[in-house]
């Protein structure tokens, strides 16, 4: 896995920076590369689009996904990297502002490894960032890659 980078994909840029801003507050210094739509992040992903020719032995530690995606939206991106073996043990997080019961259940459904509503309050938000990168950045052990396969 390498650094352990996170994947935040989130099209809405103030909900980036709150994000970003949050996770500088709790020191977390890991490097995130941003993706703006679904399609930025399976190109990122799967090295494909501007991300062609990247290491695909260096894959985020986490993946912070919003549903509400333009061009490939939330629960697709997590189909696609549930169906393909490089991907598919990689940590996702739906972060998104949903409150439907049906996007919970879908969410899981297809393979999230865990759901957070944004609070709307900053704090909040950031003790759920901090939460969320403990645990998933420093206690969670994923499987190794080797040649390209887990």
Do not use: C, H
């Not at 490939?72 to 991106?77: A, K, T």
């Not at 509503?117 to 080797?146: C, M, T």
Request: hydrophobic share 40%; net charge negative.
């Amino acid at each position: 896995m390498g650094s352990k980078t996170i994947l935040l994909v989130e099209d809405n840029p103030d909900d980036v920076d709150l994000t970003l801003r949050a996770l500088k507050k709790n020191n977390i210094k890991n490097e995130i590369v941003v993706a703006s739509d679904g399609v930025e992040a399976l190109d990122y992903l799967f090295g494909t689009g501007k991300y062609s020719g990247r290491d695909l032995m260096m894959m985020p530690t986490i993946i912070l996904l919003d549903l509400k995606l333009p061009k490939i939206d939330g629960l697709e991106v997590l189909r696609r990297l549930r169906a393909n073996k490089l991907t598919k043990f990689l940590p996702v997080v739906i972060l998104t502002s949903s409150r439907e019961e049906q996007d919970i259940i879908n969410s899981y459904s297809v393979g999230v490894n865990s759901y957070v509503r944004k609070p709307v309050d900053f704090n909040q938000f950031a003790e759920a960032v901090s939460q969320l990168g403990l645990y998933w950045l420093l206690l969670n052990e994923l499987p190794p890659i080797k040649n390209g396969e887990l």
